[in-house]
């Protein structure tokens, strides 16, 4: 089956599925944040007993994992679904288990975190404990996306047989790259759950290695940004050339460039670790020199949208350098919130360049400067962009059109968000520099003398969290007016076509086995000492456990 302008019906309710629990956990996450930012500002005490940090760990959990898969998974299932055509049906039944997998790892999960079984914030760090059931959910949740990445896989590989073609639609291609990064990035936070605290919250271990648990966790916690990234960067390089009327300024170079996030993305975890003792200084730099790698394909990226925007402005007639500019669809949503999403990536990317730089992390390190950081980047560049594309996918898959009054809207929330964001995350950004600390409710510092200037940008981050919950609301709005009661019609699902005169993309850069090979021979040489180190140096009290 061959490229098709629509995404077929069935595929579309697979894709719809997953959109409605992604936007039900933008709420419920969104609500979570809001109270959290009115507690730290001293206006609300909680109720009903509940804690401050129950609700951390329900936002970050809603947001950064539910909010972001599901999403992912129903973006990437409609994609492929345009670009390859309709999902046969071995994986189109593995999507849907995929779904039920996952939909049932994530409602066990919410409950333990609701009964206050699982307050151990989205990162659970050990000696942190949480009910064994809020383990088995995340590893049921995981599961589940290894299934929704299995589907995805078969019907590019089962595309690649019947179509005979070396080289698949770039889409598809980006969609797999994604998953096969999630799959390898997963391993390491499959092995700590399933080895080490599962046994341990069941009691059948006394102790746990939380150097190597810390270590196996931003294992996965690293690519994780980038599998947040890299569906945000498959619209900037896709489908927003398109809705600029211009052309995708080089397939090859797209390509390469998600190849090098797979090469890359994994060996980097140290740089997360970079205060932790038990780690010796020369894997920590050999970690900081592959994340300085990690930053060139993002920079690859901001050059091939530059070269695409002034391409599109040329054909419209823009002249001088920076003509191009004025020519971009300002008012259409479907390019307005991304591109809102690019321009504060751009601030957020140098952020974490700092934070990578071993000298600054000394500074910023478990500083609200880090959370500041993830607000501009998932939560501002990747979020704004997955609305962006919520806008037209919604209504393609359910029959009906955005219309000029909800492009208006929807404007105006990327509006909100960004105006919420810069009071909120700059708050963040600028106490962190002058040491609040992160994951750390205010009453138990408030009454540290260095605490005392903090309170004004708790204040303007209450502000900002309280422009950013309307932005949910106004959010929640359009999504539901998309999919239930926007007037019946066709909306274009975008895919941008390459430009005339880009170089043929080599089949090389679909050769997995090349790409897997070398992934994994740098994640053995990043990891394999130091792993090794600490289980053998593990502390004394866990002779026998040193593993767990
Ligand atoms: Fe990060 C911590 C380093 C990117 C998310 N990061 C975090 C945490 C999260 C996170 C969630 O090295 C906290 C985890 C926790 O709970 O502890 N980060 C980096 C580096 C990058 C980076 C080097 N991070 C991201 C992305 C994230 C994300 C992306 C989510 C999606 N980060 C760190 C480090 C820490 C960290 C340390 C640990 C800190 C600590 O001590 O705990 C790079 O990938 C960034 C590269 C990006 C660029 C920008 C390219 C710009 C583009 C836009 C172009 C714009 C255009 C529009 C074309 C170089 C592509 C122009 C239009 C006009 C009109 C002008």
């Known amino acids: 089956m061959m490229n098709q302008m629509i995404v077929d019906r069935n595929d579309a309710k697979l894709s719809m599925a997953h959109l409605y629990i992604a936007f039900a956990a933008v709420l419920l996450g969104g609500i979570a944040g809001l109270l959290q930012t009115l507690v730290r500002s001293g206006t609300i005490v909680l109720p009903a007993g509940i804690g401050y940090y129950q ?54 999960t919410t409950i333990m975190i609701l009964l206050n079984e699982g307050t151990v914030l989205y990162t659970f760090y050990a000696p942190l404990k949480a009910s064994p059931w809020f383990y088995i959910g995340l590893t049921l949740f995981i599961v589940g996306t290894w299934l929704a990445g299995g589907a995805m896989c078969h019907q590019y590989y089962i595309w690649k047989k019947v179509s005979h073609k070396k080289i698949s639609p770039l889409f598809s291609f980006m969609a797999v790259m994604t998953m096969v990064l999630w799959f390898v990035a997963t391993i390491g936070v499959a092995v700590s759950v399933i080895f080490q605290f599962i046994p341990w919250s069941f009691g059948w271990v006394d102790e746990i290695n939380i150097l190597l648990s810390r270590t196996l966790f931003w ?119 991304p591109m809102v999403g690019m321009l504060i990536f751009i601030p957020a990317g140098a952020g974490g360049i700092i934070n990578a730089s071993n000298q600054m992390n000394q500074i910023v390190h478990n500083t609200l400067w880090v959370t500041g950081h993830f607000h501009l980047t998932v939560a501002s560049s990747v979020a704004l962009t997955f609305f962006g594309i919520a806008y037209w996918l919604i209504p393609h898959l359910t029959g009906r059109v955005l219309t000029g009054k909800m492009h208006q809207m929807a404007n105006l929330q990327t509006i909100l968000w960004a105006v919420g964001m810069f009071f909120m995350s700059g708050a963040m950004h600028t106490v962190g520099l002058l040491g609040a600390p992160r994951r750390t409710a205010y009453t138990t510092y408030q009454n540290n003398p260095d605490a005392l200037g903090w309170m004004p940008y708790e204040v303007a981050m209450a502000v900002g969290g309280s422009i950013l919950f309307i932005a949910i609301l106004l959010l929640i709005y359009i999504i539901t007016d998309l999919a239930f009661f926007a007037p019946k019609g066709k909306e274009d699902f975008p895919i941008g076509e390459v430009a005339e005169g880009a170089e043929k993309t080599p089949s090389i850069l679909e050769n997995w086995r090349l790409w897997l090979g070398i992934a994994t021979v740098l994640i053995l040489v990043a990891y394999t000492v130091p792993v090794v180190h600490m289980i053998e140096h593990a502390p004394p009290g866990s002779p026998g456990y040193k593993f767990w």
């Open 55 to 108: 609700l951390l760990t329900a936002h970050g959990i809603l947001l950064a994992l539910v909010f972001t898969t599901y999403f992912i998974i129903g973006f990437f299932y409609a994609g492929m679904s345009r670009t390859m055509g309709k999902f046969y049906d071995q994986p189109y039944r593995l999507g849907w288990l995929g779904y039920i997998v996952m939909t049932i790892g994530t409602v066990l």
């Open 219 to 337: 294992y996965f916690g690293h690519p994780l940004v980038y599998f947040w990234l890299l569906p945000a960067y498959v619209c900037w390089y896709v489908i927003i050339p398109e809705i600029i009327g211009g052309k995708i300024f080089s397939d090859s170079l797209a390509r390469l460039s998600f190849v090098l996030f797979l090469l890359f993305s994994i060996p980097v975890g140290f740089h997360h670790q970079l205060l932790e003792s038990g780690i010796s200084p020369f894997w920590k730099y050999l970690q900081v020199v592959l994340t300085f790698m990690v930053i060139v394909p993002s920079l690859m990226t901001a050059f091939s949208l530059f070269a695409s925007f002034e391409m599109a402005g040329r054909k419209k007639g823009a002249k001088g350098l920076f003509g191009w500019f004025r020519a971009l669809p300002w008012k259409d949503a479907r390019f307005f919130a």
